[in-house]
């Protein structure tokens, strides 16, 4: 029932093709897009954007601020729908998928880290990561049960109970990877994870990627501005101005 | 999502806001339990009217004397004395005709050992039990023979023998009316309210002759009242108004062109009229009441979009972690839908004990169906869904990144 038919091995997790993005905006507004004459300014954030992610990589996105890093994650979050251009998830055509498909695929298939956390306010750890479970059909206890496990795998089984305000960002975030991988997705998005926390907390948070990555096979996309969180990774791929203009393995 | 699953996010997220909840749920309460009172008041009004239709007796005529038009009917009792007891009889063997009843009136007051009574002492025949299709509860009417030697006989209404007998049985015992000792022959069964709001069981009923002779002795011999007259059937009542009204003028030898010195009403015709008021009652308080219930809903919507405007981010991370267009559409119906059950429970309760108040404090009639509640509670949920559907489906058609980065 997944809307992802799984396909030879062979395919690229993600691939996109060619994908544009431009934003509409009333004119007015300020931009660097050039005026169509209607009342509403267009502004392309990306630019003819091609490339294939296989499974169990770690890819690093990098760039200035700007530069559609943000765009091409939502993108391939499934949260957004590119101008034009193609995108396939584990070979699936995205553009193909229906509303409630969609919100199957962020259900089961992928699992998104932001930099603000995300977590819904006034409601526990346990049950922040308990919720996709919910969405996905699973009955309240047997969910409960699942969420408890991952809190204690990213190390926070002591503060099941606590909510999102009596916690550190750290731990927030640590929480907010608990729910992403409460579905056992086979993609992880992850923009600016660290962005908001300290170098020895976000050590702390990309060590949990990398063992992700490393012993669970986890295909792992992550924004970063940081070099020496790039180098955790595997490949870099470098956006400029909407286009990707580095794209090479890390040395290890 | 399972319903259930969505039920308790709905209630976890109406307990987070526990006095925005309750003012919403306050519209809702009002409004359903106005209705409650209101169709209760109206239900009670509609009771009463066809308790004092039914106690009228069925396919009733009545005859007063004096002209409709002319102030003698204006004039009041007994002060155009143009009917008499050979105009009853006289009437009674038309063939629409069944029974009439002639009677006259007056009020007296009645003693029973210390007690005493005043009340209204009316003279009738047998056939007056006959035509009101009242029965004597215990002892027995007097009879034809009574009023043939004018027996000083009589029977009680409930509340009069309640006044002045307790709980004594008064069958058999001697009162007296106007200091005239008269034997007892029975109580009559309860009869309720008339249409113009008398209490008919303060009443007691001697043999028209013996009213005429003994109590009311300044009255002219033979004249009545006022009759009543029971048709054959209820389609004869027409007929039967045109029969009296020609026999009345041919006996008072009215002359052609001249109006009647009597009046025949039909009772069917203005039991319609009571009715149809009645009803009409009901239906404008019930409709004044929705107007409430209306405003409680406008209330939910305003709240509910206020709400999903606040809380577009948690959709958008709702939506991001899963959630499809029908589980965020049902959560916020359904939030405005448990708003609106809670309410309108709460307002039921609350009518019901409005209505409960209101016969208590006035004395009115008030009546709850299942019906009504079944109503309530109905309005109440549709009130829910038609106002929570809006800001809903705005919530649900959200696109997830913009919901996310909404500040
Ligand atoms: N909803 C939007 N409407 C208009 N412009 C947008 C919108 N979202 C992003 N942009 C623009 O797109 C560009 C890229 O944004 P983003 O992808 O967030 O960059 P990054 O994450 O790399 O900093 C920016 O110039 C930003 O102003
Ligand atoms: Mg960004």
Redesign the interface.
């Known amino acids: 029932m997944t809307p992802l038919q799984n396909t030879a091995s062979g395919e690229p997790l993600i691939k996109v093709e060619s994908l544009c993005k431009i934003y509409s905006l009333d004119s007015g507004a300020a931009g660097n897009g050039n005026g169509n004459g209607n009342g509403t300014v267009n502004s392309q954030v990306l630019f003819d954007v091609s490339l294939s992610i296989h499974r169990g990589e770690f890819v690093a996105i990098m760039g200035h601020s700007g530069s559609g890093k943000s765009t091409l994650m939502n993108i391939l979050g499934c949260l957004d729908t590119p101008t034009s251009g193609h995108y396939w998830l584990d070979g699936n055509d995205i553009a193909s998928l229906s509303d409630d498909e969609l919100a199957r695929v962020r259900n089961r298939n992928i699992g998104f880290v932001f930099q603000g956390f995300n977590l819904l306010k006034r409601m526990t750890a346990l049950d922040n990561v308990a919720t996709p479970l919910l969405y996905a059909g699973v009955n309240r206890s047997d969910s409960r049960k699942r969420a408890q496990a991952l809190l204690h795998q990213t190390g926070l089984g002591k503060f099941a109970a606590y909510q999102p305000n009596q916690l550190s960002g750290g731990q927030q975030q640590r929480v907010a990877i608990s729910r992403a991988l409460v579905n056992n997705p086979q993609l992880i998005l992850a923009d600016e994870p660290t962005g908001n926390l300290d170098t020895q907390t976000s050590r702390e948070i990309m060590e949990i990627f990398q063992q992700l990555n490393r012993e669970h096979g986890i295909t792992i996309v992550l924004v970063t501005h940081e070099d020496d969180i790039a180098a955790c990774t595997r490949r870099l791929i470098r956006l400029q101005d909407g286009r990707v203009v580095h794209d090479a393995e890390v040395p290890a | ?2 319903l259930l ?1 969505i039920i ?2 709905a209630l ?1 997220a109406l307990r ?1 806001n526990r006095l925005r909840t309750g003012l919403t749920m306050l519209g809702m309460i009002i409004g359903v339990a106005a209705v409650v009172l209101m169709l209760a008041i109206g239900q009670g009004a509609q009771t009463m009217v066809n308790q004092a239709i039914s106690s009228m007796g069925s396919n009733l005529l009545i005859v007063v004397p004096g002209a409709t038009s002319s102030g003698a009917l204006r004039s009041g009792s007994g002060a155009v004395q143009t009917l008499t007891m050979s105009d009853a009889q006289a009437i009674a063997s038309l063939p629409s005709v069944k029974a009439t009843a002639p009677l006259i009136t007056g009020t007296a007051q009645l003693n029973y050992g210390a007690n005493n009574w005043s009340t209204v002492v009316t003279g009738v025949t047998p056939d007056y039990f006959e035509v009101r299709e009242w029965a004597a509860e215990s002892g027995a009417l007097f009879t034809e023979a009574d009023v043939r030697s004018a027996t000083r006989i009589a029977m009680l209404g409930q509340l009069t023998a309640k006044n002045l007998f307790g709980d004594e049985d008064p069958t058999g015992k001697m009162v007296r009316i106007k200091n005239s000792p008269f034997l007892i022959a029975g109580v009559l069964a309860v009869k309720g309210q008339s249409l113009d709001g008398r209490d008919q069981d303060d009443a007691v009923f001697i043999p028209i002759t013996t009213g005429q002779r003994q109590i009311f002795g300044n009255q002219f011999p033979g004249t009545i009242r006022f009759l009543m007259a029971q048709a054959e059937s209820a389609e004869m009542m027409e007929e039967a108004e045109a029969e009296m009204n020609q026999l009345l003028r041919q006996r008072h030898r009215v002359a052609e062109g001249m109006e009647n010195d009597f009046t025949v009403r039909n009772m069917a015709a203005l039991t319609a009229v009571a009715t149809g008021a009645a009803k009409v009652m009901s239906i404008m308080l019930g409709a004044i009441a929705s107007v409430s219930l209306l405003v409680g809903g406008i209330g939910i919507m305003n709240i509910m979009l206020v709400s999903v405007t606040e809380r577009t ?2 959709i ?12 965020i559409l049902m959560q916020f119906l359904l939030e405005a839908l448990v708003i609106c059950i809670l309410g309108g429970l709460a307002g039921i309760a609350i009518g019901i004990g409005g209505a409960w108040a209101v016969s208590e404090a006035v004395g009115m009639v008030v009546v709850i169906t299942f019906g009504t509640v079944v109503l309530a509670f109905a309005f109440a949920s549709g009130v829910g869904i038609f106002f929570g559907f809006y800001p809903a489906r705005k919530a649900a058609a959200l ?3 913009e919901a ?1 980065r909404y500040e």
């Open positions: 999502m399972s699953a308790g996010e976890r987070l981010r948690e958008g991370i709702r939506m991001a972690i899963g959630a499809n267009r029908r589980a696109k997830p990144v996310l």
